[in-house]
């Protein structure tokens, strides 16, 4: 496609329950990154893979959170037990190769209730 | 955590006049990037200058890197009031390419 795309656009949810995330990266792009911009954290790391190599899930805020990027395109960040402190956007980018620009998508507003 | 941080923390102008935005930062980098921000949504990328680079230029945005002073400066040119969004710099460090941003700055132009 033209551009990343994230479904959904939005998406609210009870405490407790868990929400899955999806990020279509660039056709071609071999690196994808998940990053989270809440209020009062600003824009953060969660997670980066890259082809075939282990992921770097270095900025996962704890083990409620897991990623998976399939075929080396499509991913998905999964939230278990969400809690009110994981409302926030999550925002996924990608990019073609090393030291360049990220291209992100629109994001997901995620809200718990 | 933040490795960037901009100041002014919000800006308003009026319309034709410049913007300039700073960026401070702590680490070495491999670059620097700005991003545009729309109504809290999707970033979209403005320049990219790296750590060898001193100075870039693009449409009406010029960007400076002072990597001894860990510092970097975006000036919008003849803002519009479609400028108005909230920017961001984001340094690129490690080997791979995560991306650490500063808080943001807030710039309004007014028509």
């Known amino acids: 496609g033209a551009g990343v795309s994230q479904s959904p656009s939005n998406k609210v949810t009870e405490k407790g329950k868990d929400v899955e995330l999806r990020c279509d990266p660039i056709s071609g792009h071999t690196a994808l990154y998940w990053y989270r911009q809440s209020l009062g954290q600003g824009l953060e790391f969660l997670i980066y893979f890259q082809g075939n190599s282990a992921p770097d899930k270095s900025g996962l805020p704890s083990d409620r959170f897991s990623a998976e990027r399939t075929g080396g395109s499509v991913s998905t960040l999964t939230i278990q037990r969400t809690q009110q402190e994981d409302s926030a956007v999550y925002l996924c980018?990608?990019?073609?190769?090393?030291?360049?620009?990220?291209?992100f998508g629109p994001g997901t507003r995620l809200t718990v209730l | 955590s933040q490795q960037g941080e901009e100041d002014p923390q919000a800006l308003s102008i009026q319309e034709g006049e410049n913007a300039t935005m700073n960026c401070s930062y702590k680490t070495s980098i491999n670059n620097l990037q700005w991003y545009r921000q729309n109504s809290g949504r999707g970033l979209v990328h403005l320049i990219l200058i790296r750590s060898n680079e001193r100075e870039k230029h693009s449409g009406r945005l010029r960007v400076t890197l002072d990597t001894s002073k860990k510092s970097s400066s975006l000036l919008i040119t003849a803002s519009r009031a479609a400028d108005t969004a909230s920017y961001f710099c984001?340094?690129?460090?490690?080997?791979?390419?995560?991306?650490?941003f500063g808080k943001g700055i807030t710039l309004s132009v007014r028509p």
């Open positions: 980018a990608s990019r073609r190769t090393a030291y360049n620009e990220q291209f």
């Open positions: 984001a340094t690129d460090a490690g080997a791979n390419s995560k991306l650490t």
